[in-house]
């Protein structure tokens, strides 16, 4: 049995929470779970939003399944999830886009795994009112960050027999910032003759993989590309509903669907907990649970397949609830 701490998040967050919870139980994943309410409605209550024993509880199980939280637009307010990501050193965002031949889409050729690195760039939020008039954001990017996310990809590759491996940025304008990140990577690359490696500018990436997406293996990047690009592959496997994540640290790890708390759907029992029933599948791969996760990955399969039960995301018009009881029937 292994303890892990489970955050239900806000928005639709409980709602598919519930539905993994009930589909890992009926898979009989050898799991015990701390489950903790967090987010705008715990900070209402209790003027916290990730109470202290929710902390506690991570930091003892050291593997987290995250439910989204909202993070409000406009000033003071710093997203949890970034400061989840920096607090516990979650530098390595890792997001499998894999088309299902059981969901319809325009590609049916899409294998593309991003590591976003996760503690920078952009995302330290460091910004400053300089006048009345202007704003500066700080860009932050490290050789120490950079290399170690750079190394994660080239790993992830020799280990699961990837061939190629593209570096994101916008080093032709960034030339320092994404210059240096850049640089480490073609340094990098020197190590790894047995793996083909490329660079792109991100706009011309976005471009490449709406019309070929076939022609992307695994992808590095910074933070705000991993963040933008990540969503655009979802859109090419069937939506935001499907792709999971895992954020990797030395010390812990945090395991989450890469969609929010979709705000316009919540309460309304109609989420497709997909992504994060995935995500929870990465997290049994890690915890030396394959079956467990291939049973699910399979259930969900024959769910897709079958196309009698489907949440409207994918064309269907079935509840989470009952989405949750197909997967659970096909186990
Ligand atoms: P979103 O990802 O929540 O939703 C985008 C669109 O996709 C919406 O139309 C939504 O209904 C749909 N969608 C998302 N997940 C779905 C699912 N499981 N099933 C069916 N449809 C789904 O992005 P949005 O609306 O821009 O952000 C909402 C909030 O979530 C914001 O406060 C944002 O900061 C937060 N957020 C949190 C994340 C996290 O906790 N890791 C990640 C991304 C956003
Ligand atoms: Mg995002």
């Avoid at 899409?110 to 976003?116: A, E, G």
């Avoid at 950079?146 to 190394?151: E, F, H, K, L, N």
């Avoid at 640290?249 to 109609?270: F, L, N, Q, R």
Wanted: with cysteine; aromatic share 8%.
């Amino acid at each position: 049995m292994t303890t892990i701490t489970v955050f239900k998040g806000d928005g639709i967050g409980p709602e598919i929470t519930d539905a993994v919870i009930k589909v890992l139980n009926a898979a009989n994943a050898k799991l015990e779970y701390e489950v903790f309410n967090v987010g705008a409605k715990v900070y209402e209550e209790t003027g916290e939003y990730i109470p202290e024993k929710a902390f506690e509880s991570y930091e003892k199980n050291k593997i987290l399944l995250k439910s989204p939280i909202t993070t409000p637009v406009g000033k003071g307010f710093r997203s949890l999830n970034v400061t989840l990501r920096n607090k516990y050193d979650l530098w390595a965002n890792i997001r499998p886009a894999k088309s299902n031949p059981c969901i319809p889409t325009k590609f049916d050729n899409v294998d593309i795994v991003t590591f976003r690195e996760n503690t920078e760039d952009l995302y330290v939020g460091k910004e400053e009112q300089i006048d009345e008039n202007t704003v500066y954001a700080y860009k932050i990017i490290t050789k120490k960050a950079s290399t170690r996310i750079i190394r994660a990809a080239f790993e992830y590759c020799i280990k699961n027999n990837r061939k190629k491996l593209t570096c994101v940025h916008k080093a032709n304008i960034l030339k320092m910032s994404d210059g240096l990140f850049l640089h480490i990577f073609e340094d990098i690359a020197k190590e790894y003759p047995q793996i083909e490696s490329n660079s792109l500018i991100v706009d011309n990436t976005c471009m490449q993989l709406v019309m070929h997406p076939e022609q992307f293996d695994v992808m590095v990047m910074p933070n705000l590309y991993g963040d933008i690009v990540s969503d655009l592959t979802s859109g090419l496997i069937g939506g935001l509903g499907l792709l999971p994540s895992c954020n990797k640290g030395d010390d812990y790890a945090m395991y989450e669907a890469v969609h929010g708390s979709a705000p316009d759907i919540a309460g309304k029992h109609i989420a497709n907990p997909s992504a994060l029933l995935l995500s929870a599948c990465m997290m049994l791969e890690d915890l030396h649970q394959e079956s467990v996760a291939t049973k699910i990955r399979n259930a969900l399969n024959k769910t897709f397949e079958e196309r009698k039960v489907l949440t409207f995301d994918l064309g269907g018009s079935a509840s989470t609830d009952a989405f949750t009881d197909e997967i659970i029937k096909n186990l």
